[in-house]
């Protein structure tokens, strides 16, 4: 099966029109409305967010959710906020991404054999979302990896996408449960069909500020990446 760039960018679409759940959509319009006073001047995507990067990816990137005025008010993935602030300079240095910083849709941010996605595609009150809101979510991801030929290697970004991530090979028939994954920084699973799976902390501010996630660990795990993916 071949990479068709086509089909990835007519599922996006079908994404940002979807209205799978009014508790999301709710929150996200009304963020979108009052906004955040440094960004008074700005207008707000609001809308469930695409995902973006290369079609023929090897690596996966997915994430937990859209902040409310990171994403949900850029209408990128990472774009406008401290995780993304974290995440694209290693995605730099790691040779994945374009440029260092991530401030907008339109700044030139192109990503080479990377695709960036998340658990769920709205953003959630409290970074929290409800079990039946992933459960909505998730047949998009189903889509998604499965228009991703190329993928080798996916990294997790947290617990949620490291559990979304193998709820979905379980739902694929690749996998028959849980036992066996457990989720801590730097962990490596290898998955039928040739897949690996490698899970790292979220690069919120709760962690990249405690120091729970350093740069150096969050490096080594897209260096690992590269290396699992074929492009070292």
């Known amino acids: 099966m071949g990479v068709s760039t086509d089909s990835l960018a007519v599922l996006n679409e079908r994404i ?46 997915l994430g937990l959710a859209p902040g409310a ?34 401030v907008s849709r339109g700044d030139g941010m192109k990503l ?19 079990l039946e809101e992933l459960r909505n979510c998730a047949p998009w991801l189903d889509e998604e990896i499965q228009l991703l030929a190329g993928l080798r290697a996916v990294v997790c970004l947290g617990r949620i996408a490291f559990d979304g991530f193998l ?4 739902r694929a028939g690749r996998i028959s449960g849980r036992a066996g994954f457990e989720f801590r920084h730097g962990a490596e699973y290898a998955l039928p069909g040739g897949l690996v799976l490698l ?17 150096a660990m969050f490096l080594a795990v897209f260096k690992r990446a590269r290396e699992a993916a074929g492009l070292a």
């Open 16 to 61: 940002v029109a979807c209205e799978r759940c009014p508790r999301l959509r709710a929150y996200c319009a009304e963020v979108a409305r009052v906004k955040r006073r440094a960004y008074a001047d700005q207008e707000y995507w609001g809308k469930p967010v695409p995902s973006f990067g290369d079609p023929a990816a090897r690596v996966l990137v």
């Open 69 to 102: 005025h990171g994403s949900n008010r850029t209408g990128r993935m990472f774009t406008g906020d401290g995780s993304g602030d974290f995440l694209y300079p290693v995605l730099r240095e790691a040779a994945f991404a374009s440029q260092a910083g991530s």
């Open 112 to 130: 080479e054999g990377l695709w960036i996605s998340a658990a769920v595609r709205c953003a959630p009150p409290g970074n929290k979302p409800a």
């Open 167 to 170: 709820n979905h090979q379980r």
């Open 199 to 215: 899970a790292s902390y979220h690069p919120s501010l709760q962690n990249t500020n405690t120091g729970k996630l350093t740069r």
